[in-house]
């Protein structure tokens, strides 16, 4: 039988949603094995002087429990 755990956690990048998904995942996957998906939950954008700087995302990340 297999359990499984789901985090939250939120990443950004200046070049766009997908690159701040890919870089959330790679950042949990340092400390987190087991990783089998992740839903992103929301997005925003960051606006600085009228500009978008950032991309955000919320994610819900799921991993396998070890043992």
């Known amino acids: 039988m297999s359990v ?3 985090i939250e ?3 950004e990048s ?3 949603f997908e690159a701040a998904v890919r870089e959330g995942i790679a950042r ?3 400390t987190i094995k087991n990783i ?3 839903w992103v939950q929301d997005q ?3 606006i ?3 500009k978008v700087v950032a991309y955000r995302v919320d994610m819900k ?3 396998l429990m070890e043992g």
């Open 14 to 16: 200046p070049e766009g």
């Open 36 to 38: 089998k998906g992740a």
């Open 9 to 11: 956690i939120s990443a």
């Open 44 to 46: 925003q954008v960051v």
């Open 4 to 6: 499984a755990k789901i």
């Open 61 to 63: 990340v799921t991993f």
């Open 48 to 50: 600085h002087d009228q």
């Open 28 to 30: 949990a996957a340092k």
